[in-house]
């Protein structure tokens, strides 16, 4: 089995900064593209931003010059630098990984179980 772990998740005010981290674990073989995504209340999930296994990235509109996607391949884990953050940063945010299992050919997509971020203004 693979699992995600999202953490860094927290209260903070406008204009401050935080630093998700979502970790994968189990029998893995090889990690490809990995992603954040949110949801806010009353709002459908949208992607915030991507990264491929060679690290090329991606960012939504919303979030460009102030979010940061990131990897490290060695532990398995990608980051998101959260700066600047505003009000409607407010939601849930999920990480996301395509995995390959041990013992498979074919990756699978799996996600973590989500880590509240909200910004007072």
């Known amino acids: 089995q693979v699992q995600l772990v999202e953490s860094g998740g927290g209260l903070v005010q406008a204009g401050g900064s935080l630093r998700l981290s979502c970790a994968a674990s189990?029998?893995?073989?090889?990690?490809?593209?990995m992603a954040w995504y949110r949801q806010a209340p009353g709002k459908q999930r949208e992607l915030v931003a991507t990264?491929?296994?060679?690290?090329?990235?991606s960012h939504a509109d919303s979030v460009k010059g102030r979010f940061t996607i990131s990897r490290d391949n060695a532990k398995n884990t990608v980051y998101l630098q959260m700066n600047s953050l505003k009000s409607e940063d407010t939601a849930i945010y999920y990480c996301n990984a395509e995995v390959v299992p041990i013992g498979r050919m074919a990756p699978s997509l799996y996600w973590g179980q989500g880590t509240q971020v909200t910004v007072s203004s």
């Open positions: 990264i491929t296994s060679g690290r090329s990235t």
């Open positions: 189990g029998r893995i073989s090889t990690i490809n593209d």
